[in-house]
């Protein structure tokens, strides 16, 4: 399932994205050609409000007297689209059963952003959402979709208390392993000098032993 982001990180997320590649292909539009931007799917929380975002280039101004827009919503890929909103001279929201009063356009015109907002989203509104776009002279028609998932309910936040104990565990015990590893070490380095040591002064003991056999043996006539 995707993931919900809080309702004001996803809208200045989308708005940042759609935004950056806009302006980067209104900058290298060489012809005539149009390009609706759309994030592929949205997630709502239900009984909050959700913006959808619809952003379109374009290498013509907007002309308000030839502009046109339509937004319409489907339940399925094959079901037949619904129309709730258009714009002909002047932004007009459509009667409908499902939505009522509950979808405003939440865009400004002047920036090429055709966004609506769904208030109080109800688990009736999960779908597809289209925003058809048509900006002459500019012979191509704009066409972007939106999967909107309502979700009843936040994901359970991470709990992070068990990963910081078995954490601390593991740290614990690897402590504990190095920290024996060195003693152990420790231990037998100190067995291995007092084995030199004592092999050392056995071998001063019997040089001293053999010194003294010679010297006597040269005292005798």
Request: proline content about 5%; overall charge negative.
């Amino acid at each position: 399932m995707p993931v919900l982001l809080k309702s004001g990180e996803m809208q200045r997320t989308s708005a940042f994205k759609l935004s950056c590649v806009a302006l980067a292909m209104f900058l290298a539009c060489p012809v005539s050609s149009m390009d609706v931007l759309v994030p592929q799917q949205i997630n709502a929380l239900n009984g909050t409000e959700v913006r959808i975002p619809c952003v379109f280039t374009s290498c013509y101004k907007l002309d308000p007297s030839k502009f046109a827009m339509n937004w319409t919503y489907q339940e399925t890929s094959n079901s037949t689209e619904e129309m709730f909103m258009t714009y002909k001279n002047r932004i007009t929201p459509l009667k409908s059963t499902r939505f009522g009063d509950r979808v405003v356009f939440s865009g400004k015109l002047e920036k090429n952003d055709l966004s609506i907002t769904i208030l109080d989203v109800q688990l009736t509104d999960e779908g597809i959402y289209n925003c058809y776009v048509r900006n002459p002279p500019d012979r191509i028609h704009g066409h972007g979709t939106i999967q909107l998932f309502v979700l009843t309910e936040l994901p359970p936040p991470r709990d992070s208390t068990i990963a910081v104990a078995i954490g601390a565990s593991v740290g614990g015990i690897l402590a504990l392993l190095i920290l024996s590893m060195v003693v152990v070490k420790c231990i037998r380095r100190h067995k291995n000098q007092e084995l030199i040591s004592d092999e050392q002064k056995m071998e001063e003991e019997g040089k001293a032993d053999g010194e003294g056999g010679t010297e006597e043996a040269t005292k005798q006539p």
